[in-house]
């Protein structure tokens, strides 16, 4: 039983070690627009991994799923769910817990919002460019 718990431990670890690596979560949803499965995972690094340790007091990876929600009509625009969620938080009760944390995203290829719902004339004059 000893050995299979080992197996576990090691294959764990080795799946941590291939998993994608995020500097920059708009790669990643960028990734998950174009990705055949509409998601895509991997493990926080930098500045907003260092960021989340410093306010969870965890040093935990810090694990994203990247999830389409919704397509667009205009060509490359999804809805995404972003979730970050990180293991062993401290929590008030002295135990440990998984802390997570989920945000919705109207995204495109490109980078721009999709403009399907949006009064462009009014956001022109919000933006004061309207004629």
């Known amino acids: ?3 299979i718990l080992v ?3 090691c294959l764990l670890a080795f799946g ?3 998993a994608a ?3 920059n979560l708009k790669l990643a949803m960028l990734e998950a627009i174009d990705a055949p499965s509409g ?3 991997g493990i926080v690094v930098g500045p907003v991994a260092d960021k989340f340790a410093s306010t969870t007091g ?6 994203l799923e990247v999830t389409t929600l919704k397509s667009f009509r205009q060509e490359g625009c999804k809805r995404l769910n972003v979730r970050l969620k990180q293991a062993n938080v401290p929590a008030k009760d002295g135990k440990s817990a998984e802390f997570g944390i989920d945000y919705g995203v109207n ?3 490109d980078g721009s919002p999709p403009t399907e719902g949006m009064d462009l004339e ?3 004059k919000v933006l004061g460019v309207s004629k």
């Open 1 to 3: 039983m000893k050995r």
């Open 7 to 9: 197996t576990g431990t």
């Open 16 to 18: 941590q070690a291939l």
């Open 21 to 23: 690596e995020y500097s």
């Open 39 to 41: 998601s895509v995972s």
């Open 58 to 63: 965890s040093r935990s990876p810090v694990m």
């Open 107 to 109: 995204l495109c290829r």
């Open 122 to 124: 009014q956001v022109g």
